[in-house]
Each structure stands twice: as structure tokens, then as C-alpha cells.
């Protein structure tokens, strides 16, 4: 039973197009986030939701949209996809706000944009 | 603030040679230490990690690292590199209070050589 699941795996998109990208955890864990992995494998994070809401907002175009339903679920949608958007999005949830439970990890999911 | 610097972002050894893998961090507060792996097409799966207490990290796969303070690092080592060692693996560190999120090294590359 996967601990964070995010789908889909792979996304390939024409520039331009809105996609969005889903992310449930079953570990009972009040904190979620978006990171972003670019081509260097550098990791960046993106948004931070502790219970539905949204405690950490990076400098991310407004094109990106996180929304949380509810505390497992946070989901990820990107408006006008852009060739520069193009990177592996990863899910990750903690038990408190912060590093200090440490983070699980989604498998990711590689966008491309055409 | 946090920040993370990884020396080396390839790093190849030999099959049953030693593995060390160079972290060094900065941060304004007492620190948390991760290390996580990421297989090729994975998510990132958690090595080890120091909050408190005991400065030597036991972690899976034969894998250990140590917190020295007065040289803020936190080198990972494991005494006979695997085939099954090669991977990207990344440092990370959070601040010791709420709210401080987990911020990544640039990776490094380890390659096994048969």
C-alpha cells in the first residue's frame, strides 16, 4: 500500500495546455508539499499545506495552483505550460510542520511540454 | 536559513571500496540532518537522519553518518560499496523548530564499479 502516490508517473503536454497533477497520503500526516526536481536534479521546493492550509508559498509563477481538499490529498494545477516547466514534480508529506519528522516521498511525476 | 553544499557531484568507486559522500551545511539554528537516495525513475527514499542525541547515524543499507558540529558536516559513509549503491543521493537540512522546511543539496552521483 503506497505511503504517497501521486499520478499520473508521466505527463507529456503541448505548451500552452492546463494539466494538473494528484497527490494522496495515507500516513495520517498533517503536512504535504510540492517540490520541484529540475534537469540538474536540483530540488526546490514549491508549496507547503499543513491541514488544508497553505503555510509556505515559494517564488513560483501564479501559474501554479496548489489545492488541498483535504488533509491527505494535495493536488497540483498548472496553467499555460510552458517548455520551461518541464521537470519532475515530487509529493512528500510529514507528520509536523517542518524537517523534523522527516519527509515521504511520491515517485514523482516527470512533465514534459512540447 | 538553511543551505546545503555537497562536494562532488559525481563520485565513482569501486565495488567493496569504501564510500564517502561530502555534506556541508549552514544554518542559523541547531539543525536537522537527512540523507536520502534516489534509485533512477524514484522517489526519494530517506537513509538516515540526526535530530538528537547520538552524533553517529546508523542508517539502512550499511549506511552511516556522522554530525560534527565544529565542522558543520555530515559526511555519509558505508565501509564496502554495493553495485546496487549507485544512485543520486542528497543531504538535507531543517532547522530544529516548526515551520523550518527541508532544504536540499545539489546531489551526488555515486557509481560503482564493478
Known amino acids: 500500500d503506497t505511503a504517497v502516490s501521486q499520478t499520473p508517473k508521466y505527463l507529456v503536454t503541448q505548451m500552452g495546455n492546463d494539466k494538473s497533477i494528484k497527490c494522496e497520503q495515507n500516513?495520517?500526516?498533517?503536512?504535504m508539499y510540492w517540490y520541484k526536481q529540475d534537469s540538474k536534479k536540483f530540488l526546490k521546493i514549491m508549496f507547503s499545506y499543513n491541514n488544508k492550509e497553505l503555510i509556505i508559498n515559494e517564488t513560483v509563477p501564479n501559474r501554479f495552483s496548489p489545492k488541498s481538499p483535504d488533509k491527505a490529498h494535495l493536488n497540483l494545477h498548472i496553467n499555460s505550460l510552458e517548455l520551461g516547466d518541464s521537470a519532475v514534480y515530487f509529493c512528500?508529506?510529514?507528520?509536523?510542520?517542518?524537517?523534523?519528522?522527516?519527509?515521504?516521498f511520491g515517485s514523482g511525476t516527470r512533465l514534459t511540454v512540447v | 536559513a538553511q543551505s546545503v553544499t555537497q562536494l562532488g557531484s559525481h563520485v565513482s568507486v569501486s565495488e567493496g571500496a569504501l564510500v564517502l559522500l561530502r555534506c556541508n551545511y549552514s544554518?542559523?539554528?541547531?539543525?536537522?540532518l537527512f540523507w536520502y537516495v534516489q534509485y533512477p525513475n524514484q522517489g526519494l527514499q530517506l537513509l538516515l537522519k540526526?535530530?538528537?542525541?547520538?552524533?553517529l547515524v546508523k542508517g539502512i543499507n550499511g549506511f552511516e553518518a556522522e554530525f560534527k558540529k565544529s565542522e558543520t558536516s555530515f559526511h555519509l559513509t558505508k565501509p564496502s560499496a554495493h553495485m546496487s549503491d549507485a544512485a543520486e543521493y542528497f543531504c538535507a537540512v531543517s532547522g530544529n523548530n516548526a515551520g523550518n522546511m527541508l532544504t536540499f543539496g545539489g546531489g551526488t552521483r555515486l557509481m560503482v564499479k564493478p
Open positions: 544554518s542559523s539554528v541547531p539543525p536537522y
Open positions: 500516513l495520517g500526516h498533517d503536512t
Open positions: 512528500a508529506s510529514s507528520p509536523v510542520v517542518g524537517g523534523g519528522g522527516g519527509y515521504t
Open positions: 540526526y535530530t538528537t542525541g547520538a552524533t
